[in-house]
């Protein structure tokens, strides 16, 4: 008689879908969901174990990979009673009848369509009576002020200030990680095509102060006034020596601010006229260190808002050498006659301005609100644009 050997079948193996439920392969390469239960001296198989047969056993058992445990194969196949709330056996959540006449489901079907399409109109989500600032280091000790005041007055309001130059709070405005952009110049072209494309609109622009860029220089120092033409030397390299300017001779010290800053992008397009700064100018972060920079330095030159003179001397500034030098002063800058006058602005993005965003704006602009800017040192905006 001819013996033929048989080859062994491998064993049958599966991956629990989770507590209690076993995928295994079948014969035709399906395959179809079992259950374990705690009968026989077996366990609950936990999600993700594999299994596979065990042929020790009678009748035929599964044994869980790294589990002494066998698992009958009859009971595996049970169907587990179904409960309400409890998921499948293959892993999904148990159906449910929706309950209601059809009228209903339309209501309720149109109900959620308004609140998706009023919630997307909102924009970026605020908690109510919560505005964010930021951007202009020059405005940030006049808005923290600004803040404290209104808070006071309306005690459900919280304002957040930030800092970081006029570039990071229109990044920001464009980001719609904040609500309102302090800026010491106006919007760039395209600082504008980035709001089109966030948030299909121009910002709206308030101006919200008037400033006077002031020419600082140590107290010892003995000039007095400077021209735009010989300032924009001094900054762009073309004179290095003080000696030039009737001074003694020894090497100017340029302080500079940040190129992210406002006040640097506009003393470079009002005084420079376009041109780059000296290499040798020394770059710091806010208007505050670069006065405290030429405080320090009987050498140096800088230039910042007007709210920071404390510590050094400002200069007169003349349009020309020929012409007439004028000192800041509300009257010279409200009217436009001194020569490196500026605004100070806020932006908001048109749908955000609602709310408490829109009553500080208001209230910024009001008489109450430009106080403030003259005791701070800042120069109120003239009576025709405010909200009085």
């Not at 998921?87 to 959620?112: D, K, M, N, W, Y």
Request: net charge positive; with cysteine; proline share 6%.
């Amino acid at each position: 008689m001819t013996r033929h050997s048989v080859r062994p079948r491998p064993p049958r193996q599966g991956v629990a879908t989770r507590c209690g439920a076993v995928r295994v392969g079948s014969r035709h390469g399906g395959s179809w969901p079992h259950r374990t239960a705690g009968q026989g001296g077996g366990r609950c198989v936990r999600s993700g174990e594999i299994v596979r047969e065990h042929d020790g056993a009678s009748p035929r058992a599964l044994l869980v990979e790294n589990s002494p445990y066998p698992v009958s194969l009859a009971e595996l196949r049970k169907k587990p009673p179904r409960q309400e709330g409890l998921e499948s056996a293959a892993g999904f959540p148990e159906r449910r009848r929706v309950v209601g006449t059809p009228a209903q489901i339309h209501r309720c079907l149109l109900l959620g369509g308004l609140l998706l399409l009023f919630a997307g109109a909102c924009g970026r989500p605020t908690l109510a009576g919560s505005v964010t600032i930021k951007g202009s280091d020059t405005m940030v000790v006049l808005t923290q002020k600004w803040a404290e005041t209104y808070m006071a007055l309306h005690p459900e309001a919280v304002i957040q200030v930030n800092g970081g130059g006029t570039g990071a709070g229109f990044a920001a405005l464009q980001a719609r990680a904040t609500d309102l952009c302090n800026a010491s110049r106006r919007i760039r072209a395209r600082e504008k095509e980035n709001c089109l494309r966030a948030f299909r609109k121009l910002p709206t622009e308030y101006p919200v102060a008037l400033d006077g860029l002031h020419i600082y220089v140590h107290q010892a120092n003995p000039l007095k006034q400077i021209d735009l033409e010989t300032l924009a030397a001094i900054y762009t390299g073309a004179i290095t020596n003080w000696s030039a300017l009737g001074g003694p001779r020894a090497p100017i010290t340029i302080y500079s601010r940040e190129n992210s800053s406002g006040t640097y992008e506009f003393f470079k397009e009002r005084v420079l006229l376009g041109r780059d700064f000296s290499v040798r100018a020394q770059t710091l972060q806010g208007t505050a260190q670069v006065l405290e920079a030429v405080a320090r330095d009987p050498l140096g030159i800088g230039y910042g808002g007007a709210a920071y003179g404390q510590g050094a001397r400002h200069l007169r500034v003349s349009r020309t050498a020929d012409s007439e030098a004028i000192d800041p002063s509300e009257a010279t800058v409200t009217s436009g006659i001194y020569p490196v006058s500026r605004f100070l602005y806020c932006y908001v993005n048109p749908d955000l301005d609602r709310g408490d965003v829109a009553g500080y704006l208001r209230w910024i602009r009001s008489r109450e609100g430009q106080a403030i800017v003259r005791d701070l040192g800042y120069y109120p905006l003239p009576p025709e644009i405010r909200t009085d």
